[in-house]
């Protein structure tokens, strides 16, 4: 059995890959979920995950402050007609209605409604040839005997011929009808109103009438991840039922349209509001159902961005929450959004500036060596003194600088102190004559006056040269003289 890294493929592929070499295990389906980190940080910390899918949201659609408010669960959902006499005539129907709740139906959603739900559904997927499923009601009496049997709890045989299709099709809209709220929830309302009007830009930048659908897409797939999970659940199964049911259409004659009219109300509208309150909104809201239908297969799925943020934060990098700081990051290279790639651009560059010193060096060098086969010139001498007052560029068969030696740790007897008070001068100067590397003439302090009135030494004239030596020669003889007077008192 061999593994293999996630990081040898793409940022996708989150889990590791299994190959088995075993034959009889080969044909077992790979267990593979993109979104493996995404649902992690959604159980584990689901302020954080709530926090990165709303700032994405935002992104996309204008929602005031009210509105995201209500988005975020930190204000109650304020729908439309909810002070109307109609609203609260349905609203005390409802309260009736709910007070003989059973276990399923009229309760609100759990994973035990959903299991039970589940078998409507499993049922309906083998019988989608039905003409005018969803749409022509079934018998009230098999489907009361179907609702009973579901809010006991008790095992249903849809497949014994009892039941039709038109009747579990009927008693699935009744289950949807009596939650508590829509299965898109209230507080989502006003955003699925915005996804509604998202459109394409001309070149001008104005607004057309034809939906981005890829900004569509996108914007469901974040609101998806912040339904309640068992919502996001039920969901998933109801849209791909209706999926099915759509590309069967030439059949049953029911198309996403017609589907979106029958489950619009139950799903998507809010509870105990009218047509007339809705008004301009029903064709939104119709369509945005219609929409769902069609792209399902799409919805359920995290964006790339929330996927690679969340992967990010459980490999303790700084999780990013917006897809434009993602794209900043990925296109300059950011040290924060991949640490691994960051280190090796560093590499890379450290390397790059290596070379672009090597290379300086040679051109150097190489300048050097041709000012210095120059013919003797005015020109020349200046250059080298140019190079001479930047030790830093090296010169052919120069070394790189090291650290001094330490200096030795002189004699401090009195008879090596007199040796070097008196012959530490010559043996100097014996040892810089002996020096074959051309350095600039150096000038004593006590000839700068001189030196700058006659100007530079190239300039002086033998005789003038031959009187400053002859005074320094008489300066040095004037200090031997009194060092040896001076140490022969002390003795």
Request: with cysteine.
């Amino acid at each position: 059995m061999r593994f293999f890294s996630p990081s040898l493929f793409s940022s996708d592929a989150i889990c590791s890959f299994v190959i088995c070499n075993d034959s009889s295990l080969r044909s077992q389906p790979i267990i593979f979920n993109p979104d493996f980190f995404v649902e992690k940080l959604r159980h584990e910390k689901p302020e954080v995950f709530t926090e990165l899918v709303v700032s994405n949201i935002t992104r996309l659609i204008d929602l005031p402050g009210a509105e995201l408010a209500q988005l975020m669960g930190e204000e109650d959902p304020k729908l439309p007609g909810a002070n109307s006499t109609a609203s609260g005539f349905f609203r005390s129907l409802m309260s009736l209605k709910r007070k003989e709740k059973g276990v399923v139906f009229g309760s609100p959603l759990t994973e035990e409604g959903i299991a039970q739900v589940s078998q409507l559904i499993e049922y309906l997927h083998k019988n989608l040839r039905a003409e005018g499923l969803f749409r022509v009601p079934g018998n009230s009496i098999r489907q009361q005997i179907l609702k009973d049997a579901l809010n006991s709890g008790t095992d249903i045989d849809l497949d014994s011929g009892e039941f039709h299709s038109n009747d579990v099709a009927t008693l699935l809209k009744m289950f949807l009808g009596e939650l508590p709220e829509p299965l898109l929830t209230h507080k989502h309302f006003h955003a699925h109103l915005k996804i509604a009007d998202l459109m394409l830009f001309d070149e001008k930048g104005n607004k057309t009438s034809t939906p981005d659908k890829e900004r569509q897409i996108e914007a469901l797939q974040l609101l998806f991840l912040i339904l309640p999970a068992p919502n996001r659940s039920l969901l998933k199964l109801l849209l791909d039922l209706l999926y099915q049911t759509a590309k069967k259409q030439d059949k049953n004659k029911m198309s996403a349209h017609n589907l979106a009219l029958m489950f619009a109300p139950h799903i998507l509208w809010p509870r105990n509001v009218t047509a007339n309150d809705l008004q301009e909104n029903i064709t939104k809201l119709n369509n945005g159902v219609t929409f769902m239908i069609k792209h399902s297969q799409k919805l359920f799925k995290a964006p790339a961005y929330i996927r690679e943020c969340a992967r990010l934060h459980y490999l303790g990098s700084r999780a990013h929450t917006s897809k434009d700081d993602l794209d900043l990051l990925t296109s300059s290279g950011s040290k924060e959004l991949q640490p691994l790639k960051s280190q090796k651009r560093s590499r890379l560059d450290t390397c790059h500036q290596e070379e672009t010193q090597q290379r300086t060096e040679e051109a150097l060098k190489e300048l050097f060596r041709h000012v210095n086969n120059m013919p003797d010139s005015a020109k020349k001498k200046k250059l080298i003194r140019q190079f001479n007052k930047h030790p830093t560029a090296l010169t052919p068969g120069s070394e790189v600088p090291t650290s001094p030696a330490p200096r030795r740790t002189r004699s401090r007897s009195f008879s090596g102190l007199i040796k070097r008070k008196v012959l530490g001068t010559p043996v100097i100067l014996e040892r810089k004559s002996r020096d074959t590397t051309p350095e600039p003439e150096r000038v004593s302090k006590e000839n700068v006056h001189l030196l700058q009135k006659c100007g530079s030494p190239a300039h002086m004239s033998q005789a003038k040269l031959k009187t400053l030596e002859g005074r320094k020669e008489e300066s040095c003889r004037c200090m031997r003289t009194r060092l040896l007077s001076k140490d022969s008192s002390s003795l």
